[in-house]
């Protein structure tokens, strides 16, 4: 009996901790939807808030139909290393009065979660010209189809690509990726790049006059949204271990980890801001801080804090490179989506088969006989990890090309891709949401109705 | 010793439950401020800001010397089907060094949250004119008074509404409410609806002249706080199963359920809004995600996901007719308050009575011989927990008008109920908080002053 | 096998309860920096966001290196009284692979929060005319130095001051600051008034002319960070407790002083801003709710309710006091900084010498046979822990002197502590951070590009 009552409290302890986990990445939708507000035109505000509540909207919907059960639905007599294909419109995983660990209605909650934020990750690289249409799609593609897909591979123990494999592992190691640099950010931000791409620069942006009306019209809004984010991400990282009760000296390592790669990314680019313009530029540091949270994702779990050092620091120098060339290919990218997620999450990958430090991987695995690590420790087989990393990197960046170009580029010969010249120049507030965002001058007019009344 | 060790682990991790669930709740209160002042005139802002940071304080005085005396206050011994009558000024309570999980302190914590949610959704409907006075009189109302007294009919197990209480219970079943669609919202939402008829429109609302000057000043922080509200909700609904170690099956269920009613709602107001004006409105996409969450409050536990989806999009065509009504009423609610938590708010009550699926109805109460549940589900008696629904929504309503509308009426006739138009004209920030909540212009003043230095 | 299931439990809870308590924490850093930035001219608002952001990374970094070693690197071999001395880099903690409650990495997480809170305080203070060299040296020290060297005399089992002292307490009795009035905020609070006194006065500040100029910018930014404060505060106090595993009537009785502390300084500055002005100033009231929550963090968990109201009620006066006498002295303070956390933090402390009640500390260190307690119970050697505590703020407040003064008093030497008063003038964010915060006025721009387009 006192050993029923130790599983029934392990079980409710670990739903408890995907609840609070989840409802704080949750929070991550407002630091996207603040960041990108904060970086747009004012005219454009209002818009790009209602497309941040629309995605999870959209992507809560699909993942109830079909994300989970692409990503989740294996169990062993169902199981498939591409896709899941069981517990459609979660049945009859919600009819269930008991709990499972790998398949509880709290596991489709925190799992609902990454699929938001992995869709979310493109608004802010088409936002002011893509149409709500072409947005809503591209949300359905990347929360609904692949994501899901992409977490499958990764993380179901039946997938091709995972660490966590049965059984048949790549190269005899898997590719490891605890949080998601790959899974959540290199699949957003691969969408981001051909969104940008597909729906071309803003009305105006790469004329020849000053680019000074395409500055952000509120920063202070950018760096909340930064802040929601690094405290998000602190929850994110640490709650991919998904059971704290066999997994919490990882958890703390995640969190330091993460800590301190966010801290290296910003200090490093408030260094970079200065050596390379004349200020210390606010953007360069809040996007440090998140590169360096990008990428550590995929191995806050298993790497020494000196290596959470190195990723942070790293990955914003990608970040800042990455940001630099699509300015000069001419890619308008208004918050930097593309180099932050695609540039730092392709970072965390390949470092991480570097840093992977084994006794943490067996800590995390303990079943498996062999862990060859990263790099830096080399080990009986080095470069199976790092191999593996560099595979899930292309394998992920293709699919997302293959689902995502398609209805796109369709929209775009339909003319439903991209607002007119004209919209743009009114804002989208004004074209299609009713109104402008901001109200400030009315008393004129409230004098005005006082004297009628 | 090893049971007596996790009966302890058991209380810390109710404990731990409460706590956090509790400080996402109380974020919460962020969300309705900006929510409202977002919603307000420019010129109003601080002072919204400031009533919604008055009513945590006036709530948590209230709670602590009555309200939850009040709604849990009762023990075997003392037991009352109306109100609760001990623990008053938390009296044994605060000096007990033992935890009982129906009286500890963490769940007066919790509950004030509740209490305090409750009492700040009329703020926004007699927002801009209600005087101070009258905007803390309605607070001691709603949260000292009305959602004590109907907590208390409803989930105390002593009370004679609820569906836990222990012995002869409403038609032999009694109503459902589990997170207080009833309770918090159609509590919260009677006095937004009293007070908005009570207060009248402000001053020159509905003049001949255009109404442009009554828009929204910021829709930025109106979505802020909206993302704050849906967060918080996934908090709220999960958290009111109490004690998460024999509940953690139900929590799950309560926050897919929340989730696919907020999403619900949200995409069925995009295509509503678009059907019935020429554009997408944010403001109402916004409000049908929040009467979606609103809605699945009473069910949240007991519904299967399809039934949360039909909820979240029954609940916010209800709001959205509701709120056609009031402005053809021409009753002046600036947010949409008695629209939102009073329309789907009952919409939820109802609902729940065609939606709650017995089985997990004897989940949450296993010692119950019979579970009548929904109608959709026939049964051996269908319709008592229906009857029992509308009993609560009538007395809920009842019990509101009749403790907020003598005091309010009181104020209104000495003059104490609103500001003048005078005071109107010129904002409440200006007329009574010393001065303006932006300023933005101040550039020029230095200069000067650098020269007088 | 079950007894270890059950000490497996309990570290795992222990270990999420620091997790989600260390996050809410950091929420806090935003909850600072939208006060401060709301509180400065709009012409700095990047220049203060930036500089919030970099405090965490400059804390988080030290903390790694030598902050945690200093705070808690004692063992039983290798303790002192003053400041600890291993784990330097987190050696050979971050490797370690098992947990123990006072050495491992969540814990390092949960006081890293405390830290950066502890170190962003006196940012308000020296805002828009420190350098950023001279704020990024002042983080150093406070957050790198003076907070891990007093947490330790305060916190850690060896350090000299505190209550959990093993043996030899200071005055039998030794100082007790359960969450930090003394430890984290008259350590800020000090460094925020040393810090304004030596940078001066903004330019003009003190001018002939009209002060209007230096009214906050943004009040509803103010009034977000004070809500995001007090939701910090909730899980700042009560997760001071550490173990909830054995702490959990201690964490629900911090719960409900903390509210009631809050509650308290807030209606109190309500009234006496009415009383002293012709106005309800809004932020009189948000800096009383701080000031009582400020004033309660170090008895919250030893107090009677009805204490928690004295508290936060004197703490609230406290600051209004200092407030005035700061204005006086024309030391300028943008958002109060020095009296809320010095003012109201030594208040704290006091109060907690009358008010912390014996069987409550015996509750906390059930092994001490002695528990004097507050000068309101009397007991066998009354004024032994009020001497305690005026020792430990005496203490705290000479360290932080001695450690921030030379290095601020160098800079000013050498010419780099304050911008000049043209730098002020034009606005750190024009002069430094390359732009202003706010964009408004882009439409005529983007049609003339359009047409050039």
Known sequence: AVAAGVAQLSDALNTAFLLFAGTLIFQMELGFALLVTGAVRHKSAASVMLLHIVTPCVVGLCYYMFGFALGFGSVSDNNNPVVGSTFWVLTPLAAFDTFTSSHSLVLVWFQFTFA???????????????????????????????????SHWMWSEYGWLGYGKLTGRLFGSGAFDL???????????TSALVGAILVGPRTGRYGDSSQDSFTPHNVTLICQGTFMLW????????????????????????????????????????????????????????????????????????VLPYSALL?????????????????????????????????????????????????????????????????????????RLLGAQLVAVVSIIA???????????????????????????????????????????????SADMLTTW
Chains 1, 2, 3 share one sequence.
């Open 231 to 302: 405290a998000g991400f602190a929850a994110f990282n640490s709650a991919s271990v998904l059971t704290i009760t066999d997994n919490f000296v990882a958890a703390g390592r995640c969190l330091v980890n993460t800590l301190l790669a966010g801290c290296a990314g910003g200090l490093t680019m408030l260094l970079v801001s200065r050596l390379t313009s004349s200020h210390y530029s606010v953007l360069d540091v809040m996007n440090g801080v998140l590169a360096g949270l990008v990428g550590i994702c995929s191995s806050c779990s298993v």
């Open 311 to 383: 990723t942070g620091t790293l990955c914003s120098l990608i970040f800042s490179g990455c940001e630099k060339a699509t300015a000069r290919l001419k890619i308008d990218d208004p918050v930097g989506a593309a180099p932050l997620h695609l540039g730092a999450g392709v970072g965390g990958m390949v470092i991480t088969g570097f840093t992977a430090y084994p006794p943490f991987l067996r800590d995390a695995f303990p079943g498996r006989d062999s862990h060859p690590g990263g790099l830096f420790y080399g080990g009986d087989s080095p470069g």
């Open 399 to 445: 699919v997302v090309v293959l689902l995502i170009v398609p209805p796109l580029f369709g929209l775009k010969l339909i003319g439903l891709l991209i607002y007119t010249d004209e919209e743009q120049l009114m804002g989208a507030d004004e074209a299609f949401h009713g109104g402008a965002a901001y109200n400030f001058n009315t008393e004129e007019t």
């Open 116 to 150: 938001s934020v992995c869709a979310t990750i493109l608004l802010g690289a088409v936002s002011e010209r893509a149409t709500l249409l072409a947005s809503m799609v591209s949300i359905v593609i990347v929360g609904g189809l692949a994501f899901p897909v992409v």
């Open 179 to 189: 949080a998601g640099s790959g899974v959540v950010h290199v699949t957003g931000g």
